[in-house]
């Protein structure tokens, strides 16, 4: 059973920094891409930041140098770190595994995903 379970979501203020976590099991490994996407009330689901089985990682212009993805093949987690948050940073992130794409390298893209958690929110006042 293939599943995504985000955490480390909360309330801050502006300026300050949250680490969110996606755990990954079930038929998820360290070659599929994988990815954080977010959704605002009355907007739609964007890509904020991905990488590769390789390594190689895609940013959303809006967090470059804010934000930071990686992934911890040992534990099969995936991380963002998001420093520097802004208020339009306010959303529900998801994490979400391209499976399909049996190997991942290279730039990872933004579309394809087909395996989602459920998101945890993130709120910067």
């Known amino acids: 059973h293939v599943q995504l379970v985000e955490s480390g979501g909360g309330s801050v203020q502006a300026g300050g920094s949250l680490r969110l976590s996606c755990p990954a099991s079930g038929f998820i490994n360290s070659v599929n891409c994988m990815g954080w996407f977010r959704q605002a009330p009355g907007k739609e689901r964007e890509g904020v930041a991905a990488i590769a089985g390789d390594g190689i990682t895609r940013y959303a212009d809006s967090v470059k140098g804010r934000f930071t993805v990686s992934k911890d093949n040992a534990k099969n987690t995936l991380y963002l770190q998001m420093n520097s948050l802004k208020p339009e940073d306010t959303a529900m992130y998801h994490c979400?595994?391209?499976?399909?794409?049996?190997?991942?390298?290279?730039?990872?893209?933004?579309?394809?995903?087909?395996?989602w958690g459920q998101g945890t929110q993130v709120t910067v006042s």
């Open positions: 979400a595994a391209y499976t399909r794409l049996r190997l991942c390298r290279g730039v990872p893209p933004w579309s394809g995903y087909d395996v």
